[in-house]
């Protein structure tokens, strides 16, 4: 069996989930798992909806209202106004859920609050996908994929309990495909677990490519698909660089390193189920799909021919100092990573010096003022919020040169295949 995965530039309205239609027609006769990600941009709104929530900032019941509005429009145009179709009772049960959680206070925990309305996307989109598959003569059986993926309770992040997920795969999802005839397909969401005591969490923004290398792990999938909307892994975001070259083939080893460092074609957990079993990466364009795309595999051959770039922006540099002229000694760092790892803040880089420990991180309007706060409490911080972080891989001077250009470095770290830097424009 194969798993593709649809992200939300494939969903992203009726004619993106035709074409989806048009991709499992002709691109595989084997039994298949179908992983979706909630519909273009609707994990932003949820998020904007659980903050309206649990934070009073917004009005939650306009945002919701907008929300299912921008779903009936896609679902009219895949059903054809046909409001009795089931689809539209399956997605209003989904829409009416969220609302039912607004009758009460929101928890205190702002992560569990955020999981189980963030989560809800996927659902949705799974719902339409399914039926409108169904419609159109692709048999398929939709499936809850918090059934499957158990996780601890990182809200957020959660983290895979892969015992117990291959349990729950061998009990609720493998029978399905055993002594089939014809090809079966299961579809299912993106993005999402559940605890062992069945709240749902989430594994990260972008974490449906996640899902898909999961499931392709707990299923033995003979290959992964993830259908985008660009020609493969190229080196470098062709959103941000028209020079883009895509890869034909990369190896596990340096879809970890790019994705790692931000290269966000790829989810950075995504390779490691997958090398781990030996199962293949197809990273494929929805838009071409007849192309070859890349493939992502074990052999590291062809890996340093170009150099490839990656920029991150919307990122703080802040530099964490004693008060008191102190150097930074071990204890300092343990208890300033400890700030940062009791508030799930991910550093991209750090350097440190006698007086000061300097980190990059996301610029995060949900955890920065706690993170502040927490810091400030032992050390003098400093920060500056308009950096950008580059990361070349296999550098030469040539692409150091082109890429700084015009910019002032803060920070500089190389090692042998990989060249940081934190930038600012030149004032
Ligand atoms: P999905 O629809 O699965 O959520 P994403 O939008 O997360 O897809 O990922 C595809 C996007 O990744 C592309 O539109 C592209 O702008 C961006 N991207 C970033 N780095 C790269 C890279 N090295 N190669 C290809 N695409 C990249
Ligand atoms: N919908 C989720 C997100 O936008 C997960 C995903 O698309 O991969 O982060
Ligand atoms: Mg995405």
Redesign the pocket.
Known sequence: MKVF?F????VRDAAGIRNVATILRRFSSENLAVVV?AMGKTTNALEDLTRAYAKGKGDKDAILAKIHEDHIKEMDDLFENNRNHPVYAAVAEVFSGIQKRFDVTASANYDLVYDQIVSQGEFISSVIVSHYMNAQGIENTWYDARTIIRTDSTFREGKVDWDASQKLANQHLIPFYIGSVGRKIAITQGFLGSTSIGLTTTLGR?G??YTAAILAYLLDAKDVT?W???A????????KYDK?VKFDRISFREAIE?SYYG???IHPKTIKPLQNKGIPLYVKSFLQPEEKGTIIQASEEYDHLIP?F?FKSNQVLISVLPRDFSFIVEENLREIFDVFASLGVRVHLMQNSALSFSVCIDHNEDKFPDLLKRLQENYKVKYNETVELITIRHYDQATIDMLTNAKEILVEQKSRHTARFIVRPKL
């Open positions: 995965k992200g939300g530039a494939s990600s972008e449906s490519d993830i985008k909307d660009v493969g892994v190229m080196n470098a975001d062709p959103r883009a790019l290269a966000s074609v490839s990656i």
